[in-house]
């Protein structure tokens, strides 16, 4: 049985002050969730969240990280830095990262192979346009998305990943695929994986749906056989929402 695992991702909000605030509100609401609570937050907010989520069940996670150790990347943040700091979790390949910063599979790529040389637990973001989708492709997309981010890792490291299909079309405009268009789509990125790594492996692989999740439509997602939770974009960045989605009952 596969666990749900719910993670909020901040983008560009929160001050470290708003962070600690956060922290100390959401985590009396799902202390007794069942399903995993992640927080994706910028990195000047990372310390004081993994300050302020000790002893807690919040996890921590990063929403960027540079495929390189070290070296002569202004700006960037490397898996060795935030295994430091013992972040748990890392976005990997938002759709916002590939629009504005050119990220590529290949990028893509590399950054969950060192990801996983560090410990981390990768996020790895894939999804089709409106374009895309209104001309047929989405399986096709999201599928070779998945199949070269995966590219060159063991079984092991398939199986610790987790893939947040996230339709572009859907991210902050309150759209939302339907719950079955949402299942569908997932359970071919499940059968892209058992196609290469074998069925066992497909059936262990957490698969969130992220695109729009509210409070409102959260228990109806996560509820279809294939959505393991969700990457939750704006209303993780208010406590009572983000934990009502975590709380879904199923």
């Not at 992640?38 to 540079?66: E, R």
């Not at 490291?157 to 947040?164: F, K, L, R």
């Not at 497909?202 to 997602?221: D, F, T």
């Given at each position: 049985?596969r666990?749900?695992?719910?993670?909020?991702?901040?983008?560009?909000?929160?001050?470290?002050?708003?962070?600690?605030?956060?922290?100390?509100?959401?985590?009396?609401?799902?202390?007794?969730?069942?399903?995993?609570?992640?927080?994706?937050?910028?990195?000047?907010?990372?310390?004081?969240?993994?300050?302020?989520?000790?002893?807690?069940?919040?996890?921590?996670?990063?929403?960027?990280?540079?495929?390189?150790?070290?070296?002569?990347?202004?700006?960037?943040?490397?898996?060795?830095?935030?295994?430091?700091?013992?972040?748990?979790?890392?976005?990997?390949g938002?759709?916002?990262?590939?629009?504005?910063?050119?990220?590529?599979?290949?990028?893509?790529?590399?950054?969950v192979?060192?990801?996983?040389?560090?410990?981390?637990?990768?996020?790895?973001?894939?999804?089709?346009?409106?374009?895309?989708?209104?001309?047929?492709?989405?399986?096709?997309?999201?599928?070779?998305?998945?199949?070269?981010?995966l590219?060159?890792?063991?079984?092991?490291?398939?199986?610790?990943?987790?893939?947040?299909?996230?339709?572009?079309?859907?991210?902050?405009?309150?759209?939302?695929?339907?719950?079955?268009?949402?299942?569908?789509?997932?359970?071919?990125?499940?059968?892209?994986?058992?196609?290469?790594y074998?069925?066992?492996?497909?059936?262990?692989?957490?698969?969130?749906?992220?695109?729009?999740?509210?409070?409102s439509?959260?228990?109806?997602?996560?509820?279809?056989?294939h959505i393991?939770?969700?990457?939750?974009?704006?209303?993780?960045?208010?406590?009572?929402?983000?934990?009502?989605?975590?709380?879904?009952?199923?």
């Amino acid at each position: 049985m596969r666990k749900k695992v719910i993670a909020g991702n901040w983008k560009m909000n929160m001050l470290p002050d708003e962070t600690i605030r956060f922290i100390e509100e959401l985590a009396p609401l799902v202390k007794d969730s069942k399903n995993e609570v992640v927080l994706c937050v910028p990195y000047t907010d990372l310390f004081y969240a993994l300050l302020t989520a000790q002893n807690t069940n919040i996890k921590i996670g990063a929403q960027n990280m540079h495929f390189e150790e070290s070296g002569a990347y202004t700006g960037e943040v490397s898996a060795k830095m935030l295994q430091a700091i013992h972040v748990e979790y890392v976005i990997i390949g938002h759709s916002e990262r590939r629009q504005y910063f050119h990220e590529t599979d290949e990028t893509v790529n590399k950054k969950v192979k060192a990801a996983f040389q560090y410990d981390l637990k990768p996020i790895v973001c894939v999804g089709e346009t409106l374009e895309q989708r209104e001309s047929g492709e989405t399986e096709k997309i999201i599928t070779e998305q998945t199949q070269l981010a995966l590219q060159g890792l063991s079984n092991e490291q398939v199986e610790n990943t987790i893939i947040a299909y996230e339709p572009i079309w859907a991210i902050g405009t309150g759209k939302t695929a339907t719950k079955e268009d949402a299942n569908n789509s997932i359970q071919a990125i499940r059968n892209k994986i058992a196609e290469i790594y074998g069925q066992m492996v497909a059936n262990r692989v957490i698969i969130q749906y992220g695109g729009s999740v509210k409070s409102s439509n959260a228990k109806e997602l996560f509820e279809m056989p294939h959505i393991d939770g969700g990457l939750v974009g704006g209303a993780s960045l208010k406590a009572e929402e983000f934990s009502k989605i975590v709380n879904f009952e199923g």
